[in-house]
């Protein structure tokens, strides 16, 4: 999650060169693209060849993110994020610097409420050594008393600065209340006595019961031949241990509060997020879900609520919605930012357009115009390696299949207007809405307590 803060310039300059040359390949990422590889002992990783290019990209994915940080120990899995490249095995944290900046590889780590995630970067010439410093950073992390304590005192000056911040207090004080009871309402990074009271220990623990090739994912794109990339992922994974911690977390629904609270702070312009229960990945309707959040708020210049908020009325710069799914919940997540004068009527606008189509669904022109954006902006979007090596990952953390990238399209064009008016009355409901404000708004109070 801060691993960005280390990344050495001769890094960026190197990768500049090679993103620049990536942005002429466009080689259209389909289904047949995909090889599925297994070593022989037992990694699985998908892998798009694409020989042209001399460099690859490499994501691994481990099941289980901040949602599985021990009680009191909230930042666990980010902390740890920023401390894997910071020495491992013989190399203390300069001398492993030093060989990734050596040899131009990028390499970082980040923890989400899912899972815990790492990027590998590296021309195909350094390969054998790029895996070699990932299996050091996984398994052989040194955790000395200077790079833990460094890497402890950014993060938690980060969380000091950010609690001052109108949308991370409007954040947490909404996810506190959408999971009250659940590990997705606690802060992901931590508050300041939960990352002190993390130790070297609990690293350690956590290094040795979550790192396992159960819950291990990888995605590799780039110049690399199976048969290579076979050997290596048994020499960066093989010693894993099989098996790890159960990933102990719960299904639950987002609570449908329905009600306002409004954070009083002295500043011009007011925050405002609001969300209610949505659908997970998984879940039969989510594309017509997709479908009908782009109408409503999910096309930034074409939506209903842009057209509404900001261009009609000039209320505020951005307005937004989006669904918003997770393994074990899903959400329909927006927000506004506006001058502390205009947020009321921004609120009002806004729970109208909701309600429009929770009651009346959407044109014709418009489901049309969201699925051809839907279906021809996603290939769009796979510009890089690292990208598409981002897309190999998330297609088996989801259980999409191998196939699922030619099915896509076809699954976005089934959707009828009947689906999206199912979905929108199933989804939209504005007396469920939980809605959080930060600042100083005119006529807008907090809910009063039941």
Same mark, same amino acid.
């Given at each position: 999650?801060?691993?960005?803060?280390?990344? $050495?310039?001769?890094?960026?300059?190197?990768?500049?060169?090679?993103?620049?040359?990536?942005?002429?390949?466009?080689?259209?990422?389909?289904?047949?693209?995909?090889?599925?590889?297994?070593?022989?002992?037992?990694? +699985?990783?998908? =892998?798009?060849?694409? @020989?042209?290019?001399?460099m690859l990209a490499v994501e691994i994915h481990f099941r289980g993110g901040t949602s599985l940080d021990p009680a009191g120990k909230e930042g666990l899995a980010n902390l740890l994020s920023g401390l894997l490249d910071e020495g491992a095995g013989a190399l203390d944290s300069q001398s492993f610097q030093a060989r990734l900046e050596d040899l131009a590889i990028s390499l970082s780590f980040d923890a989400g409420r899912d899972g815990f995630s790492g990027s590998l970067? +590296?021309?195909?010439?350094?390969?054998?050594?790029?895996?070699?410093?990932?299996?050091?950073?996984?398994?052989?992390? &040194?955790?000395?008393?200077? @790079?833990?304590?460094?890497?402890?005192?950014?993060?938690?000056?980060?969380?000091?600065?950010?609690?001052?911040?109108?949308?991370?207090?409007?954040?947490?004080?909404?996810?506190?209340?959408?999971?009250?009871?659940?590990?997705?309402?606690?802060?992901?990074?931590?508050?300041?006595?939960?990352?002190?009271?993390?130790?070297? !220990? !609990? =690293?350690?623990?956590?290094?040795?019961?979550?790192?396992?090739?159960?819950? =291990?994912?990888?995605?590799?794109?780039?110049?690399?031949? @199976?048969?290579?990339?076979?050997?290596?992922? !048994?020499?960066?994974?093989?010693?894993?241990?099989?098996?790890?911690?159960?990933?102990?977390? $719960?299904?639950?629904?987002?609570?449908?509060?329905?009600?306002?609270?409004?954070? &009083? &702070? $002295?500043?011009?312009?007011?925050?405002?997020?609001?969300?209610?229960?949505?659908i997970k990945r998984n879940d039969p309707d989510y594309f017509a879900a997709v479908l009908m959040n782009r109408v409503l708020g999910g096309g930034s210049f074409t939506s209903r609520l842009y057209a509404e908020v900001r261009e009609k009325r000039g209320l505020a710069y951005s307005v937004y919605s989006a669904v918003v799914p997770y393994e074990r919940s899903g959400i329909i997540l927006g927000g506004v930012g506006t001058q502390n004068g205009q947020l009321g009527?921004?609120?009002?606008?806004?729970?109208?357009?909701? !309600?429009?189509?929770?009651?009346?669904?959407? +044109?014709?022109?418009?489901?049309?115009?969201?699925?051809?954006?839907?279906?021809?902006?996603?290939?769009?979007?796979?510009?890089?390696?690292?990208?598409?090596?981002?897309?190999?990952?998330?297609?088996?953390?989801?259980? =999409?299949?191998?196939?699922?990238?030619?099915?896509?399209?076809?699954?976005?064009? &089934?959707?009828?207007?009947?689906?999206?008016?199912?979905?929108?009355?199933?989804?939209?409901?504005?007396?469920?809405?939980?809605?959080?404000?930060?600042?100083?708004?005119?006529?807008?109070?907090?809910?009063?307590?039941?």
């Amino acid at each position: 999650m801060i691993g960005f803060l280390k990344a $050495p310039f001769g890094v960026f300059l190197a990768l500049f060169a090679v993103a620049v040359g990536l942005l002429l390949w466009a080689t259209p990422l389909r289904a047949a693209n995909i090889q599925e590889v297994r070593s022989p002992g037992g990694v +699985t990783a998908w =892998l798009v060849e694409e @020989p042209s290019i001399p460099m690859l990209a490499v994501e691994i994915h481990f099941r289980g993110g901040t949602s599985l940080d021990p009680a009191g120990k909230e930042g666990l899995a980010n902390l740890l994020s920023g401390l894997l490249d910071e020495g491992a095995g013989a190399l203390d944290s300069q001398s492993f610097q030093a060989r990734l900046e050596d040899l131009a590889i990028s390499l970082s780590f980040d923890a989400g409420r899912d899972g815990f995630s790492g990027s590998l970067r +590296t021309l195909t010439e350094n390969a054998e050594a790029a895996f070699d410093l990932l299996r050091l950073a996984l398994s052989e992390p &040194r955790f000395d008393p200077e @790079p833990v304590e460094r890497i402890r005192s950014q993060v938690i000056s980060g969380i000091r600065a950010r609690a001052e911040n109108p949308n991370t207090i409007a954040g947490e004080t909404l996810f506190r209340t959408l999971y009250p009871d659940h590990p997705y309402g606690r802060p992901a990074r931590g508050t300041p006595k939960s990352v002190a009271a993390i130790t070297v !220990d !609990d =690293l350690r623990t956590f290094v040795a019961e979550r790192f396992a090739k159960e819950n =291990l994912i990888v995605g590799v794109v780039g110049d690399i031949s @199976p048969e290579r990339l076979s050997v290596l992922l !048994d020499r960066t994974f093989g010693g894993l241990p099989a098996g790890g911690q159960d990933i102990d977390v $719960p299904e639950t629904p987002a609570v449908a509060a329905g009600r306002v609270e409004v954070i &009083r &702070r $002295p500043i011009p312009q007011s925050v405002l997020m609001w969300a209610m229960p949505g659908i997970k990945r998984n879940d039969p309707d989510y594309f017509a879900a997709v479908l009908m959040n782009r109408v409503l708020g999910g096309g930034s210049f074409t939506s209903r609520l842009y057209a509404e908020v900001r261009e009609k009325r000039g209320l505020a710069y951005s307005v937004y919605s989006a669904v918003v799914p997770y393994e074990r919940s899903g959400i329909i997540l927006g927000g506004v930012g506006t001058q502390n004068g205009q947020l009321g009527e921004s609120l009002s606008l806004i729970r109208t357009e909701i !309600d429009k189509v929770a009651r009346d669904g959407i +044109t014709a022109s418009e489901l049309k115009a969201a699925k051809t954006y839907t279906t021809g902006a996603f290939p769009l979007s796979l510009d890089t390696n690292a990208r598409i090596a981002n897309v190999l990952v998330t297609l088996q953390i989801l259980d =999409l299949g191998i196939d699922y990238l030619e099915r896509r399209a076809e699954l976005v064009n &089934r959707v009828t207007l009947d689906d999206v008016k199912r979905v929108a009355r199933r989804l939209l409901d504005i007396e469920a809405m939980t809605v959080v404000v930060v600042g100083d708004p005119v006529g807008v109070e907090s809910t009063p307590s039941p």
